[in-house]
């Protein structure tokens, strides 16, 4: 972000706060959408985080750090909205606009639906650091400032949420091999009684 454009906001210019707005909009509203996943709520999200940029602007100390310090308020306005609708589905990779064809399409929406299903089910707290680390590819130190907490707390989140995601997609990939073989089995089982 262009530094005297920051600076001029900073000193309550809104002419210079609208083209930072208009400039930063999508990435927030991007990190927003992939920690809450349910538009409404991240747009709602994203709106929260754009008023309070504004007016946290006066106390903004490094303009240098500018972009760090707005992905620590759209962090805080996911978590604010997290709480205030109680759930929040998450969209962790980008939808295709283009319907499955082949079996790698097929495999891919599939992975993608393990993906989210697993992102799903993560404290708010561990999708906002998964978001940070792999859809913005923050540094881990950058996150840690970002969302003012020990360095050792990124990592726990990361490794935490990470393991969490494993496990779930591992009791998905379980519950799917026993409900196919109890259908397998009653199959069988059917084939076998009407048999000659």
């Given at each position: 972000?262009?530094?005297?454009?920051v600076?001029?906001?900073?000193n309550?210019?809104e002419e210079?706060?609208?083209?930072i707005?208009?400039?930063?909009y999508?990435r927030?509203?991007g990190v927003a959408h992939?920690i809450?996943?349910e538009a409404p709520?991240?747009?709602?999200?994203t709106?929260?985080?754009?008023l309070?940029?504004?007016?946290?602007?006066?106390n903004?100390?490094e303009?240098?750090?500018f972009?760090a310090?707005c992905y620590?308020?759209?962090?805080?306005?996911?978590y604010?909205?997290?709480?205030?609708i109680?759930?929040a589905?998450?969209?962790l990779?980008p939808?295709?606009?283009?319907?499955?064809t082949?079996?790698?399409?097929?495999r891919a929406?599939?992975?993608?639906?393990e993906?989210?299903r697993?992102?799903?089910?993560?404290?708010?707290?561990?999708?906002?650091?998964l978001?940070?680390?792999?859809y913005?590819?923050?540094?881990?130190e950058?996150i840690?400032?970002?969302l003012?907490?020990?360095?050792g707390?990124?990592?726990?989140?990361i490794?935490n949420?990470l393991?969490?995601m494993?496990?779930a997609?591992?009791?998905d990939?379980?519950?799917?091999?026993?409900?196919?073989?109890?259908h397998?089995?009653?199959a069988t089982q059917?084939?076998t009684r009407?048999?000659?």
């Amino acid at each position: 972000m262009d530094r005297e454009l920051v600076e001029r906001a900073r000193n309550g210019e809104e002419e210079a706060f609208g083209l930072i707005a208009d400039a930063d909009y999508d990435r927030c509203d991007g990190v927003a959408h992939r920690i809450l996943g349910e538009a409404p709520a991240a747009q709602d999200a994203t709106q929260q985080a754009l008023l309070d940029i504004w007016r946290k602007m006066p106390n903004l100390r490094e303009p240098s750090r500018f972009e760090a310090w707005c992905y620590r308020i759209v962090v805080h306005a996911c978590y604010a909205e997290a709480r205030r609708i109680k759930r929040a589905i998450p969209a962790l990779l980008p939808e295709d606009s283009e319907p499955a064809t082949t079996a790698d399409q097929f495999r891919a929406i599939v992975d993608r639906d393990e993906v989210e299903r697993a992102f799903d089910r993560q404290r708010v707290e561990h999708r906002a650091v998964l978001v940070l680390r792999y859809y913005l590819d923050l540094p881990l130190e950058d996150i840690a400032n970002i969302l003012d907490v020990p360095l050792g707390t990124v990592k726990s989140r990361i490794h935490n949420g990470l393991r969490a995601m494993r496990a779930a997609i591992e009791a998905d990939a379980r519950t799917a091999d026993e409900t196919e073989r109890a259908h397998y089995t009653y199959a069988t089982q059917a084939t076998t009684r009407w048999a000659p």
